[in-house]
């Protein structure tokens, strides 16, 4: 996940990539031989809501890339 700072006068905003998150648990999900329903069934939501993540048509948050790494570890 590539995080950068988006600096403000009062605070630093993490940015998250999206593009490349949704791409990295893919590759990650496909090496570890887990479908997309498994994988999105561990972590509590819909199939094609994990899709539109990994297409980046939905947008990434912590919880959900916790979700994802604990998902795909078998957690």
Do not use: F
Not at 33 to 53: H, K, N, Q, T, W
């Amino acid at each position: 996940m590539k995080i950068g700072d988006c600096r403000c006068e009062y605070q630093k905003i993490p940015v998250i990539d999206h593009y490349l998150t949704g791409d990295k648990y893919r590759r990650m999900r496909k090496e570890k031989g887990l479908s997309l329903r498994e994988v999105a069934r561990r972590m509590g939501i819909s199939a094609p809501y994990l899709s539109d993540l990994e297409r980046a048509k939905r947008n990434w948050n912590e919880h959900l890339a916790i979700l994802c790494g604990r998902a795909l570890k078998g957690e």
